[in-house]
């Protein structure tokens, strides 16, 4: 099983940035795709989901608005299109696969936005 995530980097504030995770090695249809992140010093906190069925989502009360994600099961891609970006989005943003009795993480990806 293997998640890569990737397209984190420096932008400024007010920026966009589009993160991208690729699932390999399980059925990733059937798995609920969720975006996690973890600023410096702090725990890692959620940031939204994506359900296997329907496609129905949820985000943080602090992303709500200005984050969109989506999945693309027939590329087991899910995406993560992050917009009006703020310091405080600073952090390493995972991805996470999961069902019942199953959870997998990716390594992360970087995203820094500063002036």
């Known amino acids: 099983v293997q998640l890569v995530e990737s397209g984190g980097g420096l932008v400024q504030p007010g920026g966009s940035l589009r993160l991208s995770c690729a699932g390999s090695?399980?059925?990733?249809?059937?798995?609920?795709m969720s975006w996690y992140r973890q600023a410096p010093g702090k725990e890692r906190e959620f940031v939204t989901t994506i359900r296997s069925a329907g496609g129905s989502t949820n985000y943080a009360d602090s992303v709500k608005g200005r984050f969109t994600i989506s999945r693309d099961n027939a590329k087991n891609m899910v995406y993560l299109q992050m917009n009006s970006l703020k310091p405080e989005d600073t952090a390493v943003y995972y991805c996470?696969?999961?069902?019942?009795?199953?959870?997998?993480w990716g390594k992360g990806t970087l995203v820094t936005v500063s002036s």
């Open positions: 996470n696969a999961r069902k019942i009795f199953m959870d997998y």
């Open positions: 090695g399980f059925t990733f249809s059937t798995y609920h």
